[in-house]
């Protein structure tokens, strides 16, 4: 009597690992090529950081590369002797006067251009867009015309009024972009309903804006926070300038308190650390969201 043998059944040979590697699917990154080149990107970035809080926190003359004993002195000296209390209540004022008229009247443009047709509208969309080419230098002396026949030079309003203009554009393109994304249909439903069109975008279109207010509106201010130009040009007094020109002070032809500078900058760099940290999660989605043509 002969019995058939049953085969074997068959094993899958698991390929060496150089074979798995050069059959590796796109999508799968080994994770050292990741943290490799974070790890570099993070040494440049954070270094430089590290130097200013040690020349800010260690006490002057020292040369130590640890900031031991620490000492705050660099910092009551540029709040108090260097007037950046001023300062920084300037830049407070400017940023946030610059943030509100710029997302308010971006508002209000960005939605024209969503909703409505008129005439030369892609022209007028082109204009907005080549003036991102024009750098604010060749804006310094039309503006200076301007606001010395209104009375405003050595006025907070002369910087707010140019950074608002300086933001404008790019803001009403990008809260353009982000009203077509919210469907108009939810506008018609709520004019059934029997609101007006006011009424409807209050209640309808505003609130899906949230993510790409913030956004604009954070670009604005972190603009006019750091711009330098037009405090220095338009603000001769003192006690109206802002934190960039009062970096600018901390330096002369002769010699650099390299202590007071840094802890000037650590000053200027904080409060937009902290608004960046809390409203990254909608920065990144209101960007995400005006990228995108409904």
């Known amino acids: 009597m002969i019995t058939e043998i049953a085969p074997a059944p068959h094993r899958p040979v698991r390929p060496p690992a150089a074979a798995r590697a050069r059959h590796r699917p796109w999508g799968e990154v080994p994770r050292w090529q990741i943290y490799l080149p974070l790890s570099v990107y993070l040494l440049f970035t954070l270094v430089p950081f590290y130097w200013i809080l040690l020349f800010a926190l260690r006490p002057a003359g020292s040369t130590s590369l640890v900031p031991w004993p620490v000492t705050f002195d660099h910092f009551h000296k540029v709040w108090t002797e260097r007037s950046f209390g001023v300062y920084f209540t300037n830049s407070v004022y400017v940023g946030v006067a610059t943030l509100v008229l710029t997302t308010v009247v971006a508002l209000a443009g960005g939605y024209a251009l969503a909703r409505f047709d008129f005439r030369a509208k892609r ?27 209104l009375h405003l030079i050595n006025s907070l309003a002369s910087v707010i009024l140019a950074e608002t203009v300086f933001q404008l554009p790019l803001s009403m393109i990008l809260i353009s972009g982000f009203i077509r994304n919210v469907p108009y249909a939810l506008e018609e439903a709520a004019w059934v309903d029997g609101c007006d069109r006011f009424t409807a975008f ?13 956004a604009v509106g954070s670009f604005a201010f972190v603009h006019a926070w750091n711009h330098f130009l037009f405090a220095l040009m338009f603000l001769s007094d003192q006690s109206k300038q802002t934190i960039p020109v009062g970096l600018n002070t901390l330096m002369s032809a002769d010699s650099v308190d390299l202590g007071a500078l840094a802890a000037g900058g650590i000053v200027a760099a904080v409060p937009v650390v902290i608004v960046f940290a809390f409203i990254q999660k909608w920065l990144i989605t209101g960007f995400g969201a005006g990228a995108v043509k409904g």
């Open 202 to 214: 209050r209640v309808v279109v505003l609130p899906q804006l949230r993510p790409g207010l913030i």
């Open 123 to 149: 022209a007028f969309l082109l204009a907005l867009l080549c003036s991102q080419f024009v750098p604010g230098a060749l804006l310094l002396v039309p503006l200076f015309q301007i606001f010395a026949r």
